[in-house]
């Protein structure tokens, strides 16, 4: 009997352990999602203010792992630029009269590429701002699985114009393929 319990309780204490790891990733991945959406808000937000986007390296991609890389500035009205850079991150800095007002950050896995493109249909501006998580290997660093990508899509001015006009802004992950099917 005494064996039996003893073999019962180590792998209940085995359990446990596995348990406990498969929380914390899950806990990790809720984060990121919940990051994830509160930036896609705040860009979009930014975007639909916004006078003028300023890309410095426009269909560059850039690591989150890199320091201090800028993605964009935006043009508000009242003299006031949003500027979105990677700092441990993506940070949003708020500047007013050449001094930073306020800054926000988004912490997100620092094996995330992100990268910031126009696209214009000849009357309006959209900014693309792509997010795409390699599924690499952490001892490795070779690739496996999938990727993941998310989009953030919205309209340059958008909240100067005619209120009649309609936008369809999204915030959704970008249609993924398993590898060697086409475009990831």
Same mark, same amino acid.
């Given at each position: 009997? #005494?064996?039996?319990?003893?073999?019962?309780?180590?792998?209940?204490?085995?359990?446990?352990?596995?348990?406990? !790891?498969? #929380? #914390?990733?899950?806990?990790? &991945?809720?984060? !990121?999602?919940?990051?994830?959406?509160?930036?896609?808000?705040?860009?979009?937000?930014?975007? *639909?203010?916004?006078?003028?986007?300023?890309?410095?390296?426009?269909e560059?991609?850039?690591?989150?792992?890199?320091?201090?890389?800028?993605?964009?500035?935006?043009?508000?009205?009242?003299?006031?630029?949003?500027? @979105?850079?990677? *700092?441990?991150?993506?940070?949003?800095?708020?500047?007013?009269?050449?001094?930073?007002?306020?800054?926000? !950050?988004?912490?997100?896995?620092?094996? @995330?590429?992100? +990268?910031?493109?126009?696209?214009?249909? !000849?009357?309006?501006?959209?900014?693309?701002?792509?997010?795409?998580? +390699?599924?690499?290997?952490?001892?490795? +660093? &070779?690739?496996?699985?999938s990727?993941?990508?998310? &989009?953030?899509?919205?309209?340059? +001015?958008?909240? &100067?114009?005619?209120?009649?006009?309609?936008? *369809?802004d #999204?915030?959704?992950?970008?249609?993924?393929?398993?590898?060697?099917?086409?475009?990831?």
């Open positions: 009997m #005494s064996v039996i319990s003893i073999v019962l309780l180590a792998m209940a204490v085995a359990l446990t352990g596995v348990v406990m !790891g498969l #929380s #914390s990733v899950t806990s990790r &991945q809720v984060e !990121g999602e919940r990051t994830l959406g509160r930036l896609s808000l705040v860009f979009r937000k930014d975007v *639909h203010q916004a006078e003028g986007v300023i890309i410095p390296k426009p560059k991609t850039v690591s989150l792992a890199d320091k201090d890389e800028l993605i964009c500035e935006l043009r508000l009205p009242r003299q006031e630029i949003v500027r @979105y850079r990677v *700092h441990g991150g993506i940070l949003r800095e708020r500047v007013r009269d050449g001094g930073v007002v306020t800054r926000e !950050g988004f912490p997100l896995d620092p094996r @995330y590429r992100v +990268g910031l493109r126009q696209e214009s249909d !000849g009357t309006h501006t959209r900014a693309v701002l792509t997010l795409e998580l +390699g599924a690499a290997d952490p001892v490795t +660093g &070779q690739e496996r699985g990727r993941r990508t998310w &989009q953030i899509l919205a309209y340059v +001015g958008r909240d &100067q114009l005619n209120p009649a006009t309609v936008f *369809h #999204s915030t959704e992950p970008a249609p993924t393929t398993q590898k060697g099917e086409g475009q990831q």
